[in-house]
């Protein structure tokens, strides 16, 4: 198969043709940017539709001022307990490849305290820019796609986590954030879900401006969107063997030879990217970190606002009638298989958290999938080479990043910056 567009040349020194490899959240929204913006666009992606990798069924929260860098001060003090598994919700999986040590420096070099504030805030003005750009995309196109604003309470219960998180929160509000430090009363006054746990509640931080949104529904409405557009083709079920920067032009080949050009190639595809710009020559710094989710049906004491229990490392977001829950991070781990011991962790752990939030005996589906981390949990947004930009490494927040990442890329096509 050999895709190839043709373009009128009184618009070729400002359209461009571009692939999109990967159709999860950072793909498609980078796909619909770009096409809004008059470029033509083709979406490469191994499953059979898009949205059915990491971007499947993850937290679904939209977390525009919970940025908070994983590699942190309090991280450092962890990490040999990390090493060890003796954390249920965070386990740290070393290899002895040279990749891995590299990251793994890096990773202790940004767990610095000045480090990991920039880091932070750095996510933050990514994230108020994916906000905007998500809300213009979802105006433009009416994807439907669970989308509400129920706002987040992160709860702490340790002096120590809400100590550092109350100092950060400053850092964040003289930045632009608007949220708001709570007791245990208060967090249960605005949520009462939480009142079987408040004897546990050290300490709260609301943001009531924080969303959800199904990634998978968003996923398959940007499909649809494009589709009713022009300048869109997709190309799903489709292996890529390589990508070559060589020519004039950078080319996807594609099982059995089949070549496609473009002037641009994007990598949205997560932790695959990896292995496809190793192919142009560039080692991007990401490592895969396992996470996993259940959907079950709402329990007696579902709470409506969006939780996060930070000391187990576990999301509430109710879509609907249902309510998703995810968690755990298993640093390092490359396969996508279920592992009954720690879904058993996740369920485990969010039956501690809020025991009345999901029906846990009656659980939908289950899912995990392999967020792809850089050493300082900012996304890869820049050229990697002749054509090929790299759009991957968002780490847990993907789907709060991917509208904002999707502008960036644009801005690099269109001024070269």
Not at 25 to 32: D, H, K, Q, R
Not at 81 to 90: E, T, V, Y
């Amino acid at each position: 198969m050999h895709v190839e567009f043709r373009l009128d040349e009184s618009l070729a020194t400002t359209r461009r043709e571009v692939i999109v490899i990967g159709a999860g959240v950072v793909g498609m929204a980078t796909a619909l940017t770009l096409v809004d913006r008059g470029h033509r666009v083709t979406v490469i992606d191994s499953a059979t539709e898009p949205g059915r990798g990491t971007s499947f069924a993850n937290g679904a929260q939209l977390s525009y001022a919970y940025t908070d860098a994983l590699a942190s001060p309090s991280t450092l003090a962890q990490f040999p307990g990390l090493l060890l598994s003796r954390n249920p919700a965070f386990r740290f999986s070393p290899r002895l490849d040279l990749d891995f040590m590299r990251w793994t420096l890096a990773f202790l070099r940004n767990g610095s305290a000045d480090r990991f504030r920039r880091n932070t805030l750095e996510g933050l003005a990514l994230a108020a820019q994916s906000r905007r750009a998500l809300h213009a995309l979802v105006h433009r196109h009416a994807i439907d796609f669970s989308h509400d604003t129920p706002g987040k309470i992160i709860i702490y219960r340790s002096t120590k986590g809400f100590s550092a998180a109350q100092t950060l929160v400053a850092d964040k509000m003289a930045a632009g954030a608007e949220q708001t430090i709570l007791d245990a009363d208060r967090a249960v006054a605005i949520e009462p879900a939480l009142e079987s746990i408040r004897s546990s509640i050290v300490g709260a931080i609301h943001t009531a401006g924080e969303e959800v949104g199904d990634p998978h529904r968003f996923c398959t409405g940007a499909q649809a969107a494009l589709a009713r557009g022009g300048g869109f083709a997709s190309l799903y079920d489709t292996v890529i063997d390589r990508i070559d920067a060589c020519g004039r032009r950078p080319a996807v080949l594609i099982a059995g030879g089949q070549r496609i050009e473009a002037d641009q190639v994007v990598l949205c595809a997560g932790m695959a990217s990896v292995g496809l710009a190793q192919g142009v020559g560039v080692r991007l710094p990401v490592m895969p970190m396992k996470g996993y989710s259940i959907t079950a049906r709402l329990g007696e004491e579902a709470p409506r606002v969006s939780i996060t229990d930070s000391a187990n490392r576990v999301v509430f977001a109710r879509l609907g009638d249902k309510m998703r829950i995810a968690g755990l991070a298993d640093l390092g781990r490359r396969d996508t298989a279920i592992e009954p011991s720690r879904l058993a962790a996740l369920v485990s752990s969010a039956r501690a958290a809020l025991p009345g939030a999901a029906d846990y005996d009656r659980i939908d589906s289950n899912w995990t999938g392999l967020r792809p981390m850089t050493p300082d949990s900012l996304p890869i947004t820049r050229p990697i080479a002749p054509g090929v930009i790299a759009n991957t490494g968002h780490g847990a927040l993907g789907w709060t990043y991917a509208a904002g990442s999707a502008e960036r890329v644009a801005a690099i096509i269109e001024t070269g910056s």
